[in-house]
């Protein structure tokens, strides 16, 4: 079991910036191998993707929504998941949440890719994100 932590959330003007963090509880542990994935929900929506990182390519995915103004990445010690938000838009207020699952062993970058939010095996509470105009 994998408890995810989330923090980073606040409150901001449109056009200010806010870094979000998400982090294994427990120690040691790392995201060795594993898809990674920023969502959010704002209220009266559904959850949507926001970003995605594998760690077993390197290979990662942004919303066009939020395209050129967010920025995942993972740090080289690969336990934490950070999300870089800019230039945040009133439209950007949701509650964040980040996922995990462990990419099975042998298999492509497109298992990640392919992998359904439903799918991911972990998931944290979350940490509201307010953008006021």
């Known amino acids: 079991q994998v408890d995810l932590v989330e923090s980073g959330g606040g409150s901001v003007q449109a056009g200010g910036s806010l870094t979000l963090s998400c982090a294994a509880s427990?120690?040691?542990?790392?995201?060795?191998?594993?898809?990674l994935g920023w969502f959010r929900q704002a209220p009266g929506r559904e959850r949507e993707e926001v970003a995605r990182?594998?760690?077993?390519?390197?290979?990662?995915y942004v919303a066009d929504s939020v395209k050129g103004r967010f920025t995942i990445s993972l740090d080289d010690a690969k336990k934490t998941l950070d999300l870089q938000m800019n230039s945040l838009k009133s439209e950007d207020t949701a509650m964040y949440y980040c996922?995990?699952?462990?990419?099975?062993?042998?298999?492509?970058?497109?298992?990640?890719?392919?992998?359904?939010?439903?799918?991911?095996?972990?998931w944290g509470q979350g940490t509201q994100v307010t953008v006021s105009s």
């Open positions: 996922a995990a699952s462990r990419n099975p062993p042998y298999v492509s970058g497109d298992y990640c890719t392919n992998l359904r939010q439903d799918e991911f095996n972990y």
């Open positions: 990182f594998n760690d077993g390519d390197g290979s990662e």
């Open positions: 427990g120690y040691p542990y790392a995201f060795d191998d594993y898809c």
